[in-house]
């Protein structure tokens, strides 16, 4: 019995509740049709909110540009010129990265003076160590250096050198070739007209170097070094086991000398039996 007294006491809590919030939603829908019928009335809508600038963070992000060492100001003008390729005044260059070279004289300077950089008076563009345009320009260039040019100074010749020079590698016009105390490439003219000099210490230095008997030792000397073999001795050894295939060289049959029983069909040509007439 105390029970069911408890469940119509929170039965009856349940509708005041009720009944107070309808009560709340209706003055305040009333309340609000009364302003916007007040300012209707008046002639104007009601003020909108204030809203903060959405630009704050990219403001913060130019000033933060701005204020930094003259060196990552420097980088950040060149990386600009070396992706876009262009000559820009200095007006688009503070547009592009937000680098204000008219108010900062110390890059401006720096900058006019870099070995990277060109300046032509009125705009700045990327200069490389190169001026190449294109693959038939790149061959040439490396042709002219039988010794070698090292890559690192082809990378900002133009925007697809390294593609180029795969393309040539793959066409065997060029040699592409890893230095072992720089890990750098260096591209080789694959010329054969091409006049190579070689220092007399060198070909001492090859020639005295003594190689193992074994080619098993030697492919494995090359593979310590950094290169691929092109044989497989080991593989094709126990290949030829398998196929109970003898890895020692056949010996050489006896070559067969004329004896007076050989009939003679070349009579005409009488040097072919001066054993013969000697015997």
Known sequence: MALQERLDKFKKQQEKCQTTLSSIAASKAAASQKSAAHGSANGRNAPSAVKFSTDTERLQHINSIRKAPVGAQMKRVIDLLLETRQALT??????ACYVDMKANKDVFENLRKNPKV???GQRFSYKSKYGLKDKTELLQLIRKYPEGLAVIDLKDAYP???????????AGQIWLLS???SQEDIAYPNDPKVHIKVDDDLKQLFRSIE???????IEKDLQKNGMKPATNTA????????QGISSKPKPKKKKSEINKRTKLTNAHLPEL???LNNS
């Open 179 to 181: 230095n072992f105390d």
């Open 235 to 242: 593989k094709r050894r126990s290949a030829a086991q398998i």
């Open 273 to 275: 039996f001066q054993n």
């Open 90 to 95: 200095p007006e688009q260059i503070n547009e």
């Open 160 to 170: 697809t050198v390294m593609e180029d020079l795969q393309a040539l590698k793959a």
């Open 211 to 217: 190689l193992p008997r074994d080619m098993i030792d």
């Open 118 to 120: 060109n300046y032509d």
